[in-house]
């Protein structure tokens, strides 16, 4: 089992950033890749950056090149840092851990971008 905790989330005007931290414990060995994704008001879940055991990185066309994610390996922590935003940056913000069995997700933090 993996648990996930995210924190960093809130209010921010448009052009400003924010980091977001999500922090794992437990059965942290078998995991192979940590994701953020997002879900805006009234829309499905959508996919935002990716990072790979190896450190590889993707992200979603409409981040890419103002948010960056990386990681903490002694912290157990991976972070996205959120530069330029936009008011569509706006929902809750959730991390997920795969270890090519199971998804593990978490509580999700608030993102609110106002314009």
């Known amino acids: 089992q993996v648990q996930l905790v995210e924190s960093g989330g809130g209010l921010v005007q448009a052009g400003g950033s924010l980091r977001l931290s999500c922090t794992a414990s437990?059965?942290?060995?078998?995991?192979?890749?940590m994701d953020w994704y997002r879900q805006a008001p009234g829309k499905q879940r959508e996919f935002v950056a990716t990072i790979t055991r190896g450190g590889t990185t993707n992200y979603a066309e409409s981040v890419r090149g103002r948010f960056t994610i990386s990681r903490n390996n002694a912290k157990n922590t991976v972070y996205l840092q959120m530069n330029s935003l936009k008011a569509e940056d706006t929902g809750v913000y959730y991390c997920?851990?795969?270890?090519?069995?199971?998804?593990?997700w978490g509580q999700g933090t608030q993102v609110t971008v106002s314009s």
């Open positions: 997920r851990a795969r270890d090519g069995v199971y998804d593990y």
């Open positions: 437990g059965s942290l060995f078998s995991i192979n890749a």
